[in-house]
């Protein structure tokens, strides 16, 4: 059973960075790709970065192209996503998870395609 920790949210300005982590357990962490979703209050819970395994094919959703990275370390069996110039629409309850799978293509986007999840971690960005 996979376990999936994360971690490094906080409040943060307008502007501002933060690092999240998210730290896996229980499988062999190079079989799975990994994604980060979030939920705003009253919002669905949405797609925002995913990395394949193998390769590490990245992809991002248009609202943090460009602000967002997200990298893994299959040493420390940990993803991360370092949140760059953050807004206030990028507060949210941020979400690690990953799937045994490649991690390519339109599958990366629907939660449903996730089988394992974290707690969550809370972000907000104050204007």
């Known amino acids: 059973q996979v376990q999936l920790v994360e971690s490094g949210g906080g409040l943060v300005q307008a502007g501002g960075s933060l690092r999240l982590s998210c730290v896996a357990s229980?499988?062999?962490?190079?079989?799975?790709?990994m994604g980060w979703f979030r939920q705003a209050p009253g919002k669905e819970r949405e797609f925002v970065s995913s990395?394949?395994?193998?390769?590490?094919?990245?992809t991002y959703a248009d609202s943090v192209k460009g602000r967002f990275t997200i990298s893994r370390d299959n040493a420390q069996n940990t993803v991360y996503l370092q949140m760059s110039r953050l807004k206030a629409e990028d507060t949210a309850v941020y979400y690690c998870?990953?799937?045994?799978?490649?991690?390519?293509?339109?599958?990366?986007?629907?939660?449903?395609?996730?089988?394992?999840w974290g707690q969550g971690t809370q972000v907000t960005v104050s204007s």
């Open positions: 998870a990953s799937r045994l799978a490649a991690g390519v293509g339109p599958n990366v986007y629907s939660p449903s395609n996730y089988a394992y």
């Open positions: 229980g499988g062999t962490f190079t079989r799975y790709s």
């Open positions: 990395i394949s395994r193998g390769d590490g094919t990245t």
